[in-house]
């Protein structure tokens, strides 16, 4: 079982920054990746950015060249970090922990993010 737990949504003006964190309560090198994803009202969870354990890491073609995910193994943190934020941003934001082998996802409990116009 692993807990994840998200933090640094908010409200921005549409030009902004913020930067997501994702707290782990397992080892995040253990995992077969973390990643960041968002569902907006009405729309299916998409993925925005993983990272593999090794470091390769991959974006949806949205958010590539805005948004950057990282890795704190030594504090079992993730985070994503968002810059010139769109309202089309505006989503709520899930953290998960993929497991190697079986690729069973835990989530977290979502964060909101608000981008206005």
């Known amino acids: 079982q692993v807990q994840l737990v998200e933090s640094g949504g908010g409200f921005m003006h549409s030009g902004g920054s913020l930067r997501l964190s994702c707290a782990a309560s397992k080892s995040i090198s253990t995992a077969y990746s973390m990643g960041w994803y968002r569902q907006a009202p009405g729309n299916q969870r998409e993925r925005v950015a993983t990272i593999i354990t090794g470091g390769t890491t991959k974006y949806a073609d949205s958010v590539n060249g805005r948004f950057t995910i990282s890795s704190d193994n030594a504090v079992n943190t993730v985070y994503l970090q968002m810059n010139s934020l769109k309202p089309e941003d505006t989503a709520v934001y899930y953290c998960?922990?993929?497991?190697?082998?079986?690729?069973?996802?835990?989530w977290g409990q979502g964060t909101q993010v608000t981008v206005s116009s």
């Open positions: 998960n922990f993929k497991e190697p082998t079986t690729y069973y996802n835990y």
